[in-house]
Structure formats: structure tokens, C-alpha cells
């Protein structure tokens, strides 16, 4: 398990992250989705024992992990833009990650090899931006870490490569309990392999749980009348996006369903459809109901 407890990080007096209370539990896989710069590359290496705190404590499975390296040996951090040693190949950095991973498992890294099209005998650095990001990959996976870390995944892969690593990471949790989290601007991708998710803005966890139960809580309707109705009939239901054309509103908002659905019944519309929604709809509804790229 993943613990965070008030957690604050400041980099030149500028702050990322103000008191961060956030739990991952074992065995899940857990979406980090933010606006750009709202600290969840910071939140990950704080994690990973990368970066130390200004406050608060970091603990996985109840250990500290800031210069703990019998805890960092369980922990695989995959930045954005992996980092490889200069000139070298897929096979050398798998003897350098051997040296500070002693549970890597060449078992694992021929079967990823086998699945991935990267020559390991290639040097890196002539690699594209997607193969480099599968051969962070194939080590990150090879090391088969108890909590694998891993920010924008998916940037760069092909559907199929996609596809294969989900496929993966599943089989991992299942076989042995691996904890994964996942910061990524593709929320279809993370909603398709998540049980969980967090939303960071202005420097806080402001909505973190279950993809389902997130999901439930917002609703999306197509309302129409046949006399005129305004805008603030709907000021009871507190929406977070509210369109009009004539008499047909778009409303999104959350809460209790029933109790949602009961309040639009009592304005006597003369029609009304439930609109389905997906994860990357609720992501831009709700930081839009923040004020996120509302005036554009």
C-alpha cells in the first residue's frame, strides 16, 4: 500500500503539492490525471524516493522510502523521458539495472523482447521516441517491482504496443499482487486497465476512488420543454455544465442520481434522455466547472 499523509513539495518557493492525503491500495492500478504542471510527476517521484518531502511522510507498505534502498529495490519509477546510460544498448542497460535490482528477471525481459520489436543490441540513442519508451518499458517490467511507477505510460506506443502492455500489467496484479500507477492524459486508455482514479488541481488531490463509483456520481441529461424555461431553473442542481439551444438544455451534474433525476421532474419537462459518459467527458466537465480553459 501507498501512503501519503499531508504531504508538501516547493520547489523555489514556488508550491506543487499543499498537504496530500492519498492512499493506494495493493494490488490495484491507480490513474493520476491533472492539468499540466499540477505536480503529478512530482507526486510520482516522491513515490519512488526520487525527491524527499518538505513535509509530511511518504510510506510504502509502512516503510519510508526517501534513502531507503532496500525499499527503493521494490519500486520501479518510469519517467516520461527514460533515462538510459550514453551510447548504449538495450542489453547493457539491463546489465546496469541488474546491478541495483538484483530480483530482475531475464525470464520476464525475453518474453517483453519477444512481445516488443527492439533489437537489443541497437544503440538507444538512434531509437525513435516510441521505441525508446517500449525499451523503458521492457526493463521497468523486467525488474518486476512490487509498485511500478509509471508517467504517460502510453505517449508514443502504437495501439497494438498499447494493448500488449495493459495485458501485461493485468496478468502482473493477478499473478502477484503488483501496485501500479499510471499519470497519463489518456483517460480512455485509463479507463480501460484502472480500478481507480485521482484528479490533482491546484496543488491538491481534489477527487480520488473507485473509476465506477466516480463515474455514478456524474450525470449527463438532454432536457426539453415546451414553454419557456431559464437558465436559473436549474441553479438548485448546482451544474457543472449547462448548454442551451431554444428550449433544449445540456445539463452535466453530480450527485445522487434519483435526487437528480427527481428535481428535473419537478421543472415538468417535456422530455428528457440520460447521455452516457466517459472518463475523459467527467475530466474536461469537471475541470471546466473549475475554471480550466472556460474562458477560451
Known amino acids: 500500500m501507498i501512503q501519503l499523509t499531508s504531504v508538501s513539495k516547493s520547489f523555489d518557493k514556488k508550491l506543487v503539492l499543499d498537504h496530500i492525503d492519498w492512499t493506494v491500495k495493493k494490488g490495484s492500478v491507480f490513474g493520476l490525471v491533472g492539468p499540466n504542471g499540477a505536480g503529478k510527476s512530482t507526486l510520482l517521484r516522491l513515490i519512488s524516493g526520487v525527491l524527499q518531502a518538505d513535509s509530511g511522510t511518504v510510506l510504502v507498505d509502512g516503510d519510508i522510502v526517501y534513502d ?11 519517467a516520461d523521458e527514460p533515462f538510459f546510460l550514453h551510447q548504449s544498448t538495450l542489453k547493457e542497460m539491463k546489465e546496469f539495472y541488474k546491478i541495483f535490482y538484483p530480483a530482475f528477471d531475464e525470464a520476464v525481459y525475453a518474453k517483453l523482447l519477444n ?66 500507477v499510471i499519470s497519463s492524459h489518456n483517460l480512455r486508455e485509463l479507463e480501460d486497465i484502472c480500478d481507480q482514479i485521482a484528479l490533482i488541481d491546484h496543488n491538491k488531490v481534489v477527487m480520488s476512488g473507485d473509476v465506477d463509483v466516480i463515474k455514478g456520481d456524474f450525470h449527463k441529461y438532454q432536457i426539453g420543454f415546451n414553454h419557456d424555461v431559464e437558465n436559473s431553473a436549474f441553479d438548485s442542481l448546482k451544474p457543472i455544465h449547462l448548454e442551451r439551444l431554444g428550449n433544449v438544455f445540456t445539463l452535466v451534474c453530480k450527485g445522487n442520481k434519483d435526487e437528480v ?36
Open 261 to 296: 433525476k427527481a428535481q428535473i421532474d419537478d421543472l415538468q419537462p417535456a422530455l428528457i434522455n440520460e447521455l452516457p459518459l466517459n472518463l475523459e467527458e467527467i475530466f474536461v466537465y469537471e475541470m471546466e466547472g473549475r475554471g480550466y480553459g472556460k474562458s477560451l
Open 115 to 180: 512481445n516488443f520489436p527492439i533489437n537489443e543490441n541497437e544503440k538507444i540513442n538512434t531509437f525513435s521516441k516510441g521505441m525508446k519508451r517500449q525499451a523503458g518499458l521492457i526493463l521497468a517490467l523486467s525488474v518486476s517491482p512490487d509498485v511500478l511507477l509509471l508517467d504517460e505510460a502510453f505517449d508514443g506506443l502504437d495501439p497494438v504496443m498499447r494493448l500488449t502492455l495493459k495485458r501485461f500489467i493485468s496478468n502482473e496484479i493477478l499473478n502477484r499482487d503488483m501496485t501500479v
Open 68 to 78: 531507503q534502498p532496500h525499499v527503493k529495490r521494490r519500486i520501479l519509477f518510469l
